[in-house]
């Protein structure tokens, strides 16, 4: 009888401390996956990048989102491009204006903390632009130096041009994420990069192509940009 007392004493306490120990357990599990679902929501940032004036746009807007393990970040950035160049004499806008738009994706993977600190990656650029040329392109003028008399074939006075630029890079980053706190946070970006594409004028009245100049084939990035976590 004792002994039948005392198995059942050590059953019910062993039986407790199961209980006991599935509850933490199942406890602890719920927690990890809360968390867990609260850093999926918060993988999505959006970021502005101000300024990009020297690259000719208004501004850049864009969005990344991390993967569930936070160490690869995804995104792309989109802006205007509202100049034409202003240091080669003869390819400036009329009135200096241009349109156009830059797109621009990215991946980048953060090499010591997650979603944060120091991040390499790869980066690309798309750019298409237009605007209309203040002067005729450098190959009518050359044209009609060299004629006899002073007239290019195909060109008339009163003719007008614009530029088109398609140019395209693809290149390598670094740089870094710092949090001010759990909502915003500053980036910087450093790179290098092969570019190629072509600079046409064309004549708006026949179409005709002229001065057509391949792009430099190397592209430096370095600017920063303010974004926002949720």
Not at 135 to 150: D, F, W
Request: hydrophobic content about 40%; glycine content about 10%; aromatic content about 18%.
């Amino acid at each position: 009888m004792k002994l039948s007392a005392f198995v059942i004493i050590v059953f019910t306490f062993l039986f407790t401390v199961s209980v006991y120990s599935q509850e933490d357990y199942f406890e602890q599990n719920q927690t990890e996956i809360n968390e867990g679902i609260t850093n999926i929501i918060q993988h999505n940032r959006l970021f502005i990048e101000p300024f990009v004036i020297l690259k000719r746009e208004l501004v850049t807007l864009g969005y990344s989102r991390l993967s569930k393990d936070q160490k690869y970040l995804f995104g792309a950035g989109i802006a205007p491009i509202i100049l034409s160049p202003v240091i080669l004499e003869h390819t400036i806008g009329k009135n200096f204006m241009a349109y156009g738009v830059s797109f621009n994706p990215f991946v980048r993977y953060y090499v010591l903390d997650e979603g944060k600190g120091m991040f390499v990656g790869l980066y690309s650029s798309n750019r298409y632009s237009q605007w209309e040329l203040e002067n005729i392109p450098l190959e009518i003028i050359e044209c009609i130096s060299n004629s006899v008399n002073g007239r290019c074939d195909g060109y008339q006075a009163d003719d007008t041009f614009k530029r088109v630029s398609k140019i395209s890079v693809i290149g390598i980053e670094f740089g870094g994420t710092y949090f001010f706190n759990d909502t915003f946070f500053v980036e910087y970006t450093t790179g290098l990069g092969k570019k190629w594409g072509e600079k046409v004028s064309y004549n708006n009245r026949t179409g005709q192509g002229y001065d057509n100049y391949g792009a430099f084939p190397i592209a430096l990035k370095a600017n920063f940009n303010f974004g926002y976590n949720f």
